[in-house]
């Protein structure tokens, strides 16, 4: 199935797509974080891995500033009570895109590791608008390509482990393309699911109120989850993960 996806989605994007690129940030504090996750990876000892951008990040904190002013909670006290116990890492960077992780990966993140599970959600930065142009830094086409590539190559390298695919989360009010984008990624991700190594997970409806708003208690910025939104994404994923794990 990973195989078909990647035909299809190249069949889709029939020129250099920068998703599918592996490349670093130039920015030192960027490297930095990238240096320590591979000092942590040859620790060893980690049974789940969480990989991706600042959503996955800020699992690690209590009070965050949010783009729109002010403050909010993380998600650390959640993440101490569901995920340390179970021996987790987080290698997630705010900012990221689907070509950073996968030059994370390729450039020792996890060659010393053998996690049985890896949570994995990327790809919303990629559908973040150009400050400069007004469109998107990825379609929707290049996006899932990207992850494709992503994903095979997280195979790879911990061949043993399970990976649990999450479908990007929900951003922006109702009728926002990034709503309608999402979509249409998530539909095609979905297809990497093998059933045996690659396992995918939409949770995104769970954030939603019926009449589909993102409330500000849970998104605040529309984008990023405050500690009741990251018990949302805990209770959510923590039976499949346990699952996983077995």
């Known amino acids: 199935m990973l195989g078909l996806c990647l035909a299809v989605s190249a069949q889709a994007v029939p020129y250099a797509n920068s998703a599918a690129q592996a490349t670093p940030k130039p920015e030192a504090g960027w490297m930095k974080r990238h240096q320590d996750f591979v000092q942590i990876a040859k620790q060893g000892g980690i049974n789940v891995l969480f990989i991706g951008d600042s959503i996955t990040d800020y699992w690690r904190t209590d009070v965050r500033g949010i783009p729109t002013g002010g403050t909010t909670t993380g998600g650390k006290a959640v ?3 569901y995920f340390a116990p179970l021996h987790a890492a987080n290698f997630g960077i705010s900012g990221d895109r ?5 030059w994370r990966v390729k450039n020792g993140e996890i060659d010393n590791l053998s996690p049985k599970v890896v949570v994995l959600m990327i790809g919303t930065n990629n559908l973040s608008r150009d400050k400069v142009t007004g469109r998107p830094n990825n379609q929707p086409a290049e996006v899932v390509m990207g992850t494709a590539i992503l994903v095979r190559e997280i195979r790879a390298r911990v061949p043993f482990a399970k990976i649990l695919l999450l479908g990007i ?3 922006g009010q109702k009728g926002d393309p990034y709503r309608g984008e999402i979509t249409r990624v998530n539909a095609r991700i979905a297809k990497l699911d093998d059933g ?3 396992h995918y997970l939409d949770i995104g409806a769970k954030f ?3 009449d589909g708003a993102l409330s500000k208690d849970i998104m605040p910025d529309l984008l990023h989850p405050t500690a009741k939104g990251y018990q949302i994404w ?3 994923i923590k039976d499949p993960v346990a699952q996983l794990l077995k």
């Open 208 to 210: 939603l109120q019926r």
């Open 98 to 102: 689907i070509q950073n992780v996968l």
């Open 196 to 198: 045996k190594h690659v």
């Open 234 to 236: 805990a209770d959510a």
């Open 169 to 171: 989360f929900p951003r």
């Open 79 to 81: 993440w101490d009570r």
